[in-house]
């Protein structure tokens, strides 16, 4: 395999990327924050931010106005230094991506008490608030079993509940009752198995994992063969980010059902096998593009919080 072909495959998926006629920037942002801005301090200048995104070809028009409706999410808030701004993680910002990250970053799906999570719909809600919520719970990992109950095995309830207020539904609280199955056996009839059919479109999810490993696993192997030999800081860092923010995506639809029979041939074990492996190869170079790229508006370079920057710290055998 030549250099030029190793090449090529990473700007293969850079180029896809750029030609997308819709990009939801504020998404992207958001994984991003939660992967290389949270690390070094959880701030960022909003010039800085522009730079780094600039080469995914997301003009500053479309990053200034993502960034503000994040701040008025209360994702991000802003800090004047002179002329300019730097963007922070807020503290209830800050909490979300402590959540997202103990399930992006973990080793290995986690351990299941068998208590599942309902949220059920228990007052009036206007047909396009209801959809709101159910397209909220959807992007949280929830199933849908009738018209009034949510289900999940693990969630933390209260940080869902924050996921909605930041969605803008924080009138809708007061119709929903969050609550464990073991408070509430009657709503769960059917066994774990049959629950899990009910509630979750495993076909559909499986596709997406599927289709996360057909766009990484290609560039995994080359990179396995020429360990990087060709790919620049930049590239090595834009691939990064589409990619975690790819997976991260996947999870909030993914229920991570441990102890409950899925297929034997799954596909979310080698996506998140797949996600670590890359991750890991591509993390030196795209460190040291931050390390140039990433200050603040008073032009100094924020320090890395090391028990944040290691991401992935457990290698698994099986990734390799």
């Not at 290389?36 to 997301?58: H, K, M, Q, T, Y």
């Not at 990053?63 to 808030?77: D, G, H, Q, Y």
């Not at 009657?186 to 066994?191: D, H, P, R, T």
């Not at 080359?222 to 990064?240: G, S, V």
Request: proline content about 5%; hydrophobic content about 40%.
């Amino acid at each position: 395999m030549t250099r030029q072909h190793l090449s090529s495959a990473i700007h293969n998926r850079l180029e896809l990327f750029r030609r997308q006629r819709r990009v939801q920037a504020g998404s992207l942002i958001i994984s991003l924050f939660g992967d290389a801005v949270l690390p070094r301090g959880g701030r960022i200048w909003l010039g800085s931010l522009i730079r780094l995104l600039e080469p995914l070809e997301l003009n500053e028009r479309l990053i200034r106005t993502s960034v503000f409706r994040l701040a008025k999410e209360e994702w991000l808030r802003t800090e004047t230094i002179g002329r300019r701004a730097d963007y922070v993680l807020t503290p209830s910002g800050r909490r979300r991506f402590d959540e997202a990250s103990r399930h992006i970053y973990a080793s290995q799906a986690p351990q299941w008490d068998r208590r599942w999570r309902l949220i059920l719909v228990v007052g009036e809600l206007q047909p396009k608030v209801r959809e709101q919520v159910r397209r909220a719970l959807f992007w949280q990992g929830f199933g849908v079993l009738g018209a009034d109950c949510f289900v999940h095995p693990s969630a933390e309830l209260s940080s869902v509940l924050d996921a909605i207020i930041a969605e803008g539904l924080s009138k809708s609280l007061s119709a929903l009752l969050p609550l464990f199955a073991s408070d509430s056996r009657s709503a769960l009839s059917a066994s774990d198995s049959d629950l899990v059919r009910r509630a979750w479109d495993l076909g559909g999810l499986a596709e997406a994992y599927g289709q996360f490993v057909v766009t990484y696993q290609p560039i995994l192997d080359e990179l396995r063969r020429d360990h990087l030999a060709d790919t620049n800081e930049q590239d090595a860092f834009l691939l990064r980010t589409l990619h975690i923010h790819d997976y991260r995506r996947l999870l909030l639809r993914d229920p991570e059902l441990p102890e409950v029979p899925l297929p034997a041939d799954w596909p979310g074990q080698h996506a998140r096998f797949l996600c670590k492996e890359l991750y890991r190869r591509l993390e030196p170079l795209s460190n040291s593009h931050l390390d140039q790229m990433l200050c603040l508006a008073d032009g100094s370079i924020p320090g890395v919080d090391l028990s944040l920057a290691e991401r992935f710290p457990q290698y698994d055998p099986l990734a390799t």
